[in-house]
C-alpha cells in the first residue's frame, strides 16, 4: 500500500472541535511533585477552558545542572491528575523507551519536543515505538527554521499509523536581538497550513515569548492567523517553577488570557460582509493587476539598460545608484505608510531581479531561466 500523505491528516478530533471551539492544552512546563500537579490539573479544569492537561516528565535541558524532570515516578502522578480533573494528559517523549513507559502508565497523547523533531533517526525511533498504538501525537517545530523537517517528523509519524497528528508552532532559534525567546517566524507555520490545509496547527506561546507579558499578543496572532488552538505553560507558583518560570501564568491567569481573546471564524455566512469582502478583494485585484504591469514596464527599461551598459562596457552594480534608489525609495515608502522592513526587503527582490535581467543581456543568452 502506498504511503500516506500530509495530505491525508484529518483534523485534530477533541471535545469541542465540533463546534470549532479552539483547542487549549494546558499544564505546566515540569510535573514536578504530586501535590503541584494534580491542584494545577483541579485549578485549570475549574476554567471549563481546558481540553488537555500537558506536563513534561523527561526535561531536554540545555545544561546539565539544570532540573532535568522527576522521570518515571511522574507517570501515575499525571494519571491521578487526570482522574482528579476529569481532562486527558500529555507528556514530551524524546525517545523509544519514554514512548514505551506512557504506553504502560495508560499517559493519553504524546508531543515531541523542538530538540527531538530536528533529528530524523530520533523521530524514527519515536515512530517505531508508536507503531500500532493509534495514540496522537503532537510534533512541535525543530528549534531551527526548517520547514521540511517539521514536515519529515509530521511523515514519519504518520507512515507508523497514527491518524490523531498536530503541529505545534514554538517559535525558532536565532540569532541577534528580539524580544521573543524563539522567534515566531510566522511564515514557516503559515507555509505548513498552505501546503497541508487540514493539519491541525496548535501555537505554543510561552516558549515563542519565554515571558509572560508577550503570551497574550502572540495567542490572538495565532487565532488571527487561523491557527486552531494553543498549548500554554501554566503553574500554581510560577514564579517558584522548576523549569521556564517567567513564562508560565497561574490557572487563573490563563483563564483570564483566553477570555480576552477576539475569537475569529475562518468564514462568516454574513451577506453584507459577504459583499463588503468581495468588493475590496476586487479592488485589491485591480491594483495586483496594476503592479503586475508596472512591473513588466520597469524590468523592459532594466532590459534597456543592461544593453545600453553593455555597449558602453560599463558595470551592472552601480553602488551609488543602488543607495540612492534604497534612500529615496524609502523616504517615499514612508510618505505612504508602508514599513521600511517591506520595502527594503521589495527593492532588495527587484534589485537582484533587475541584475539577473542586466547578466542574461550582457551575456547575450536567451535563457530566462535562473
Ligand atoms: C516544553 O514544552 O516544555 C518544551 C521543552 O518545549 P520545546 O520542545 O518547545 O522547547
Ligand atoms: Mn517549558
Given at each position: 500500500?502506498a ?29 514536578e511533585?504530586e501535590a ?6 483541579l485549578r ?18 540545555t ?7 522527576v ?14 480533573s476529569?481532562?486527558p494528559v500529555?507528556?514530551?517523549?524524546a525517545?523509544?523507551?519514554q514512548v ?21 533517526f530520533?523521530?524514527?525511533e519515536?515512530a ?14 525543530p528549534?531551527?527554521?526548517d520547514?521540511?523537517l ?10 507508523a ?7 505545534i ?10 524580544i521573543y525567546r ?8 503559515i ?5 497541508y ?14 515571558r ?7 495567542a ?19 514564579d517558584a ?9 497561574t490557572?487563573?491567569?490563563l ?8 475569537v ?5 455566512d ?7 469582502l ?27 539598460l ?16 543602488w543607495?540612492?534608489?534604497?534612500e529615496?525609495?524609502t ?19 527587484l ?17 530566462k531561466?535562473?
Amino acid at each position: 500500500m502506498a504511503n500516506p500523505s500530509l495530505n491525508d491528516i484529518t483534523p485534530f478530533n477533541y471535545p469541542g472541535s465540533k463546534d470549532n471551539q479552539p483547542l487549549l492544552i494546558s499544564g505546566p512546563c515540569s510535573v514536578e511533585s504530586e501535590a503541584q500537579y494534580v491542584e494545577t490539573a483541579l485549578r485549570l479544569a475549574k476554567t471549563g477552558k481546558v481540553h488537555w492537561l500537558r506536563g513534561g516528565i523527561w526535561k531536554p535541558r540545555t545544561r546539565p545542572d539544570a532540573f532535568e524532570g522527576v522521570g518515571e515516578k511522574g507517570l501515575p502522578w499525571m494519571i491521578k491528575a487526570r482522574e482528579a480533573s476529569g481532562l486527558p494528559v500529555m507528556t514530551e517523549v524524546a525517545n523509544a523507551k519514554q514512548v514505551e513507559l506512557c504506553l504502560n502508565h495508560g499517559i493519553d497523547a504524546l508531543w515531541i519536543g523542538a530538540r527531538t523533531t530536528v533529528n530524523p533517526f530520533t523521530v524514527q525511533e519515536i515512530a517505531d515505538a508508536v507503531r500500532g498504538v493509534d495514540i496522537p501525537v503532537f510534533i512541535k517545530n525543530p528549534v531551527n527554521p526548517d520547514l521540511a523537517l517539521w514536515l519529515g517528523a509530521l511523515e514519519r509519524i504518520q507512515r507508523a499509523g497514527i491518524t490523531q497528528i498536530a503541529a505545534i508552532h514554538r517559535g525558532f532559534s536565532h540569532v541577534g536581538d528580539s524580544i521573543y525567546r524563539n522567534k515566531p517566524m510566522w511564515e514557516i507555520p503559515i507555509a505548513l497550513r498552505t501546503a497541508y490545509p487540514n493539519i491541525s496547527l496548535i501555537c505554543d506561546p510561552s516558549h515563542i515569548c519565554g515571558r509572560r507579558d508577550l503570551l497574550q499578543n502572540v495567542a490572538q496572532k495565532a487565532m488571527d492567523l487561523g491557527f486552531n488552538g494553543w498549548m500554554i505553560e501554566s503553574h500554581i507558583n510560577p514564579d517558584a517553577a522548576l523549569s521556564d518560570a517567567a513564562q508560565q501564568i497561574t490557572p487563573e491567569a490563563l483563564d483570564a488570557l483566553i477570555e480576552a481573546i477576539e475569537v475569529r471564524q475562518m468564514r462568516s455566512d454574513d451577506m453584507t460582509f459577504a459583499h463588503q469582502l468581495q468588493s475590496l478583494r476586487s479592488r485589491i485585484d485591480k491594483v495586483d493587476e496594476e503592479i503586475i504591469h508596472l512591473l513588466g514596464k520597469r524590468m523592459h527599461i532594466t532590459e534597456e539598460l543592461g544593453q545600453f551598459k553593455k555597449e558602453e562596457s560599463v558595470t551592472i552594480f552601480q553602488i551609488d545608484r543602488w543607495k540612492e534608489i534604497l534612500e529615496s525609495r524609502t523616504l517615499l515608502a514612508e510618505q505612504v505608510g508602508l514599513s521600511k522592513e517591506f520595502i527594503t526587503k521589495y527593492l532588495e527582490q527587484l534589485h537582484k531581479e533587475s541584475i539577473r535581467t542586466q547578466t542574461r543581456v550582457m551575456n547575450n543568452t536567451q535563457s530566462k531561466a535562473k
